[in-house]
C-alpha cells in the first residue's frame, strides 16, 4: 500500500512513517482535523524529525523517539531558537510534538516521560487588533479597485466581506461551496469551522450584494459542488491571494502590519461588543469553543464599553 502524499516526506525510519501515517488519519478521520491544521502539524513533525536526523546522526525509528531525554528536546527547543523562531511558533511545535507523543502512548507503541518534564514557552498574552470602523469600510472599497482585473476585484472584496461582515476565518470563506453561496434575502448562513463544527451566522445585505456582484461579474464556470471562489484559471482561491490584496490595501491606505484579513474577524467582533452585543452571542458568533478566547475582546475598545456601559446601565447616571 502506497503511504500518503503528506508522510512520504517525513524524515523517519519506515516503522515511524507508518505511526505517523495513522497519526495523521486519527487527526483528519476522528479529531476532524482541517486540511490546513494537517498541513501545519505535518510542518511541524518534519522539522523535528529533521532535527533529530541530525541530532542522532541517522533518520529516527520509534525505538529513538522512546529514548530520547530532556536534554533532547531541549537542544532541538534551543535550536528552533537559534532560528530566531518565534515563541509562539516555537510553542506550537512543542504541543504537535506533545500531542504526537499522546497518541503514540495510547496506541501502545511508544512512552517517553520526558516530555513532562519541559515548559511551554511562555507568551504573551495576545489581545487583537481590531481596525476602525471607518477603516474597514475603506478596506472593502480599496481591494476592488487594486485589482487589474474587475472580477477579481470583486471576487476579494467579497471575501474580505464575509470576514468583516460575518467574522468568518477565512479559510472558512474560502471553503465555501458555489451551492453554499447567499441568495438574495437570505438571512443566515451556514458555517463549517474548526472541527467541523457548523454554526449559523446571519447575513448582512452588503455581504449578500458583495457575492452576487463577484458571481455575476465572474467569467469561469463555478460548479455548484465546486469552490465559491476561484483564482483565474479556475482552481479554488488560496489564502495567500487574499493575504497579499490586504498587504496592497494596508499600503494604499496606511494601515499598521496588523491590518490583515484575520483583523477583519477580529473588527466584526469587536464593533459588535462595543455597540453592546452579548458575549455569548459573540462568541457562537465566531465558533469558539471557549468564552475565555472571546473575552480577549472585552480589553480591545474600554472607551467603547464604557460608552455602552453609560448608556445601558440602570444605575450609570445616578
Not at 495523521?24 to 510542518?43: F, G, K, M, N, V
Not at 519541559?118 to 480599496?142: F, N, S
Amino acid at each position: 500500500m502506497a503511504e500518503p502524499a503528506g508522510v512520504i516526506g517525513f524524515p523517519a525510519k519506515p516503522g515511524l512513517r507508518a505511526a505517523l501515517a495513522d497519526w495523521q488519519a486519527w487527526l483528519e478521520h476522528e479529531r476532524r482535523a482541517s486540511p490546513h491544521t494537517l498541513d501545519a502539524y505535518r510542518r511541524d513533525l518534519t522539522r523535528f524529525l529533521a532535527f533529530l536526523s541530525t541530532h542522532l546522526g541517522g533518520l529516527p525509528d520509534l525505538s529513538d523517539l522512546a529514548a530520547l531525554r530532556t536534554a533532547d528536546f531541549r537542544a532541538w527547543l534551543a535550536a528552533r531558537a537559534a532560528a530566531d523562531l518565534s515563541r509562539p511558533s516555537n510553542a506550537r511545535a512543542l504541543s504537535v510534538v506533545r500531542g504526537f507523543f499522546r497518541w503514540a502512548a495510547r496506541a501502545e507503541l511508544i512512552e517517553n516521560p520526558a516530555l513532562a518534564t519541559l515548559r511551554t514557552p511562555k507568551l504573551p498574552r495576545a489581545v487583537p487588533k481590531a481596525l476602525a470602523a471607518d477603516e474597514a469600510e475603506e478596506t472593502l472599497g480599496l481591494a476592488e479597485d487594486l485589482a487589474a482585473t474587475p472580477w477579481i476585484g470583486k471576487r476579494d472584496t467579497a471575501v474580505l466581506a464575509l470576514l468583516y461582515g460575518c467574522g468568518l476565518r477565512i479559510g472558512e470563506a474560502l471553503s465555501l461551496t458555489r451551492g453554499e453561496a447567499p441568495a438574495p434575502g437570505q438571512e443566515a448562513i451556514s458555517v463549517t469551522g474548526k472541527g467541523r463544527k457548523q454554526r449559523y451566522v446571519p447575513l448582512l445585505p452588503a455581504v449578500i450584494a458583495a457575492i452576487q456582484d463577484y458571481l455575476a461579474a465572474c467569467p469561469l464556470p463555478l460548479p455548484p459542488d465546486g469552490p465559491l471562489f476561484v483564482g483565474a484559471r479556475g482552481k479554488a482561491l488560496g489564502a495567500r491571494r487574499i493575504q497579499a490584496r490586504m498587504a496592497e490595501v494596508r499600503a494604499g491606505l496606511g494601515l499598521p502590519a496588523t491590518a490583515t484579513p484575520h483583523a477583519l474577524r477580529h473588527s466584526f467582533a469587536t464593533h459588535l461588543l462595543a455597540g453592546g452585543g452579548d458575549l455569548r452571542a459573540i462568541q457562537e458568533l465566531l465558533g469558539h469553543a471557549s468564552l475565555s478566547t472571546t473575552q480577549r475582546y472585552t480589553e480591545v475598545d474600554v472607551a467603547g464599553l464604557l460608552s455602552v456601559y453609560d448608556r445601558a446601565h440602570p444605575r450609570a447616571r445616578r
